[in-house]
């Protein structure tokens, strides 16, 4: 290093504003290192959340759907209702199982749950999937339950009635939105007052009249059994 060179580096060091400069851009440079760090972690945790926890027992060959659209369910109650009373919960996930059985629905429940027509935040069927919160449980008590809650509606045998008489609509009862105007109320459970088509309409005449208080003990599982038995059509573009 040439005498020029080795005077010029000395004055860079001695000089307090480059000092400081150096200084100030190594402390924004590690806070941005440390940032990235605890978002990839925080990342990397919320990709697991949802998992089923190793110490819950829980035979996903009884169930009579995949254990992702299992995990879909739960995560609609855990985030949907689980502040609602147990019959209210129950209900919740029996529109989610009632939709997926209905033609102008998606057939698998994850569909059912995440459905966003409009593609925009807030409006999707269920709107804790879109309000742009994380969706991840973070409460491992309350997701056990919703765990549970779940496995107990999608079991193969289920017997639990519907006590939403085959509802595919519901709202808060402190709300009254336009649309609950061209439906007909079935029920109120918990908070929520739920809502079938019309009678008379075209959808009501074309399902079939049920009693909602006698359990169909098979009936989702045989839907689903139907469901994969048909051939998977290929969206054109």
Not at 56 to 62: A, E, G, V
Not at 66 to 95: I, M, P
């Amino acid at each position: 290093m040439s005498a020029n060179a080795l005077e010029r580096h000395a004055y860079l060091r001695s000089d307090p504003v480059i000092s400081r400069t150096k200084s100030l851009t190594m402390r924004v440079l590690k806070t941005y290192v440390v940032a990235f760090a605890a978002m990839m972690v925080l990342h990397s945790t919320q990709s697991h959340a949802a998992d089923i926890p190793d110490d819950l027992m829980i035979d996903l060959d009884s169930l009579t759907v995949s254990e992702t659209e299992f995990v879909c369910l739960a995560l609609n109650d855990y985030f949907e209702a689980r502040g609602e009373s147990l019959a209210g919960r129950l209900a919740v996930a029996k529109v989610v199982i009632n939709r997926a059985m209905d033609k102008r629905y998606p057939t698998n429940v994850c569909d059912v749950i995440k459905q966003n027509k409009a593609r925009v935040m807030h409006r999707c069927q269920f709107s804790w999937y879109c309000d742009g919160r994380p969706d991840t449980p973070y409460n491992r008590v309350s997701w056990i339950r919703s765990l549970k809650l779940a496995a107990a509606v999608l079991q193969k045998d289920s017997s639990i009635a519907d006590p939403t008489g085959g509802a595919l609509w519901y709202h808060a009862a402190f709300v009254h939105p336009a649309w609950a105007d061209n439906l007909q109320v079935s029920g109120v459970v918990g908070g929520h007052i739920f809502y079938v088509d019309l009678e008379g309409s075209r959808y009501a005449k074309a399902s079939v009249k049920r009693d909602p208080m006698v359990p169909a003990l098979h009936r989702f599982s045989e839907w689903v059994e139907s469901r994969e038995a048909r051939p998977t059509a290929i969206a054109s573009r």
